[in-house]
């Protein structure tokens, strides 16, 4: 009997590339977002250390100068917009993150039919050879018991 192939082997070894290139992007994007949330951190936190020496210099029995005050005040404005601009960042790269995650879960879930359909052909040749290899030992005990007779 010939040797098992299974016609759509092709197909499975793209499906398995396109697999390995989705969560390979998938994990290149988690990575971009952890960074974005990192930035974002540090950008809270430089918010927070401004705020703290402001209210330190503010503070009772200290008398700021309008200059300070004006330049304190730009730098809270500029921060929160650094932050804000954090936030719709992370925002975007958390949708794409959705995008590529429902991606590969597509292709996990294409790969897995073609793969249990490649099991079962498998399973279906190795019958048809056991009922060969069967069919091929009756007829050799066939031949036995009548050259025995």
Sequence with gaps: MKKFKFQLETLL?????KKDD???AFAEVSRRLE???ARLHELLQELKAGQEEYSAMTGEGHTVKVGVIVTYNNFFNWKREQIESQQQ????????RQQKLKKLMELIT???SIEQLKEKRLREYNEELLKEEQKFLDE?????HIRQK
Excluded: S
């Design 140 to 144: 050799i005990g066939l031949q036995l």
């Design 35 to 37: 960074g974005h949330r």
């Design 89 to 96: 960042l992370i925002l975007q790269t958390m949708q794409e």
């Design 13 to 17: 070894k793209v499906t398995r590339r």
């Design 22 to 24: 989705a969560e390979m």
């Design 110 to 112: 294409y790969l897995k």
